[in-house]
């Protein structure tokens, strides 16, 4: 049935319009304006245009951690979303099995981000960590601390360890949403079980896969409190990502003209992907109405 | 010190967002005056006016970064090169 | 059929070794812990887990969290319910580009939120008060909760809403008597969202307090690096603060999924 038209409904929308504008706009136009000048403490503050924006854009080091961001955000993609529907595709459909399986895979979703950091510090030390240990005992040199590209490989791990069940959940939902006389029709055709997916699983997840990658790539993009807990953003500069990157200008420098002119700059990008993602979120549910 | 010092504002900025929400208000009148009808222009997508007018913001915005991130002109000439883009996506996009 | 299977506990080991690996540590002592290498506890000890929940420093900590993380889930609830409606059952102008605004924020880093937060409650006199990390949290509660909201609301048939209408019901008697508790499962499964989005956030949390207000999350991070590594108890703090969480999700479970896709699947 169709919505009604009706422009009194954005009485019931203002709250939230009020509540969410306090905490998003405001701040938002205060990095505006910081972005713009150069501020030395309170009244001491110079208008300085888009010098802090020039800097910041030819920063090589911003360059450095727009890259890595990149190349982790798609490497975890490429990782977590194969394996998720792999693994939904195993899970049992009826039976104890489902809602035990659902409750473990919920577990490392609700664990909170620095505890993540926490479990991962320790499960991968050498000492007393058993993946460390293991790793040690079948003679891989391994250490997070020191090698950038083991510190590398434990963070990806963390992240396909920690969000990987997401990916699970929306695309079990989504398989268990497919109409049982598509699985008889297909049998009636004896069709091999990759036909099956490919024309008939598949097809149906795309909806769910889209806000899968939707919310994994985003969250992946706005990643700070794993790695700041478990690497802090080394060795040397090996994870420090977009967030960390801002996060240590500032808080840890201070220096509000240049992290307020990175602030705009990431949150364009993010404005950008949202947009593309939202828009084609519509579509597809738009499209199979 | 004035309550609002935090916030740190200054002219340029102030007149900028006062043209975001002169512009907001505007495509408010408009919409309110004649309403909108969703049409396919050269964007691949079908797009109602405020699509446009959010597309050709977020467009700008890009043109800036581009400009003040690869030359070192004024960033007079972005802002001439994004209103031609404004104009372009609202009339056909 | 049997392949699939073993993977699939393969996979569940997988994922669980990591959690077991810190309860383990919570179960002992430092000394033990550093002593030797070992698969199953020999002298199970509750001495970390005694040690948080006596500590005044340690147990705070808890309170604090809980307290603003269930004073952001009753805000987000409230202002998120009726807007949810709203995009549920009408259109109206702008109503598509509030909800990609919405969104967006949703979307947003809270590190670019950082500065302009230290000084916003600053000056409002709200810094190192749990009300303030309940509101900065809105930030992405209130438009998840409107997402997820508005998912289950969509699946209510319109035509409820018409025949209470008709039969003389106000909206807001309409409203809390008569809608509310046909999505009941829906507000369960929003303030869960809320509850845990807001529990397992550090950044803004650590940020927008200092001494009064510390969540638990922050004196994870703070005690423990100044102490030395004690690893037993950060191992049984982090065990408690999976706690509330584990409780929670054997009501939401069948709609886990839900919540995440923003009420879209």
Same mark, same amino acid.
């Given at each position: ?10 009485l ?9 504008a ?11 304006n ?11 503050r110079?208008?300085v245009g ?7 854009l ?23 979303v ?6 939904a ?5 009826r ?11 919920a ?7 620095n505890v ?21 005992e ?30 699970v ?24 079980s ?25 969250d ?10 478990l690497?802090?953003?080394?060795p ?13 200008a ?13 602030s705009?700059?990431?949150?364009l ?5 949202s ?15 | 010190m ?13 007149l ?14 408009w ?28 467009g ?5 970064l ?18 031609l ?9 | 059929?049997? /392949?699939?299977?073993?993977? !699939?506990?393969?996979?569940?080991? &997988?994922?669980?070794? *990591? $959690?077991y690996?810190? @309860? ?49 889930t009753?805000?987000?609830l ?6 949810a ?12 580009h509030?909800f990609?605004?919405?969104?967006s ?9 950082? /500065?302009?937060?230290?000084? !916003?409650?600053?000056?409002?006199? &709200?810094f190192?008060? *749990? $009300?303030a990390?309940? @509101? ?11 997402w997820?909201l ?6 209510v ?11 003389g ?21 929003t303030?869960?969202f ?7 956030e ?21 005690t ?6 004690d ?10 603060t999976?706690?509330p ?21």
């Amino acid at each position: 049935m169709e919505k009604t038209y009706n422009n009194r409904a954005w009485l019931l929308v203002i709250p939230v319009f009020v509540i969410v504008a306090f905490s998003a706009i405001i701040p938002l136009m205060t990095v505006v304006n910081y972005s713009v000048q150069d501020i030395f403490g309170p009244g001491q503050r110079f208008f300085v245009g888009a010098e802090w924006y020039k800097e910041t854009l030819r920063d090589p080091r911003l360059h450095g951690a727009f890259l890595r961001q990149i190349a982790f955000s798609l490497t975890i993609l490429a990782i977590e979303v194969p394996l998720g529907i792999a693994i939904a595709l195993a899970l049992p459909t009826r039976g104890w099995g489902v809602s035990a399986s659902l409750v473990l895979l919920a577990l490392p979703l609700l664990i909170p981000w620095n505890v993540v950091g926490t479990i991962w510090q320790i499960f991968a030390r050498a000492d007393i960590g058993l993946g460390g240990r293991l790793l040690a005992e079948l003679g891989v040199d391994y250490n997070y601390a020191r090698d950038p590209i083991d510190a590398w490989i434990t963070v990806v791990v963390m992240d396909v360890w920690h969000w990987t069940p997401l990916v699970v959940l929306l695309c079990y939902s989504g398989l268990r949403a497919i109409p049982p006389a598509f699985y008889q029709a297909a049998q009636v055709d004896g069709a091999s079980s990759w036909a099956v997916f490919r024309y008939i699983q598949l097809p149906k997840l795309t909806g769910v896969l889209t806000i899968a990658v939707l919310l994994r790539f985003m969250d992946s993009f706005l990643i700070y409190t794993e790695p700041f807990v478990l690497t802090g953003g080394g060795p040397g500069n090996a994870t420090t990502f977009l967030s960390q990157f801002l996060a240590t200008a500032a808080v840890g420098r201070f220096d509000l003209g240049p992290a307020a002119a990175f602030s705009i700059i990431y949150f364009l990008f993010i404005l950008l992907f949202s947009w593309l993602f939202y828009t084609a979120i519509m579509r597809i549910q738009t499209g199979e109405r | 010190m004035h309550p609002l010092e935090w916030m740190a504002w200054t002219w340029p900025t102030a007149l900028f967002f006062l043209g975001i929400a002169a512009a907001l208000i505007g495509m408010l009148a408009w919409e309110l005056a004649s309403p909108t009808v969703q049409r396919r222009g050269f964007l691949p997508i079908s797009t109602t006016r405020g699509d446009r007018f959010f597309i050709g913001l977020l467009g700008s915005a890009f043109i800036h970064l581009a400009w003040i991130g690869v030359t070192d002109q004024s960033v007079w000439f972005a802002l001439a090169v994004s209103l031609l883009w404004m104009a372009t996506v609202m009339r056909f996009g | 059929m049997r /392949l699939r299977s073993l993977a !699939l506990i393969f996979y569940f080991i &997988l994922l669980m070794l *990591p $959690i077991y690996w810190l @309860l383990l540590m919570s179960l002992q002592t430092t000394d033990q812990i550093l002593g030797g290498f070992k698969f199953f506890p020999e002298q199970p000890t509750l001495a970390n887990f005694a040690r948080i929940l006596t500590d005044y420093s340690w147990y705070s900590g808890y309170l604090n969290s809980l307290s603003y993380v269930a004073l952001n889930t009753i805000i987000s609830l409230s202002v998120a319910l009726p807007a949810a409606y709203a995009f549920s059952r009408y259109r109206f102008i702008g109503d598509k580009h509030m909800f990609f605004w919405l969104l967006s924020n949703r979307m947003a880093p809270p590190a670019v939120f950082l /500065l302009p937060f230290f000084n !916003l409650y600053s000056t409002i006199g &709200l810094f190192d008060t *749990p $009300i303030a990390v309940a @509101l900065a949290h809105c930030l992405f509660n209130v438009p998840l909760a409107v997402w997820i909201l508005e998912g289950f609301m969509s699946s209510v048939p319109r035509e409820i809403d018409e025949m209470a209408y008709i039969d003389g019901y106000s909206f807001p008697h309409f409203f809390v008597r008569i809608f509310m508790p046909l999505i009941r499962s829906g507000i369960g499964v929003t303030a869960f969202f809320c509850f845990m989005f807001s529990w397992v956030e550090l950044l803004l949390a650590r940020t927008l307090t200092s001494v009064n207000a510390k969540p638990i999350v922050v004196t994870m991070t703070r005690t423990v690096s100044a102490a030395g590594m004690d690893w037993g108890l950060l191992a049984a703090a982090g065990v408690l603060t999976i706690v509330p969480g584990a409780i929670v999700i054997w009501f939401v479970r069948n709609y886990i999924a839900k919540g995440f896709a923003l009420g879209r699947v």
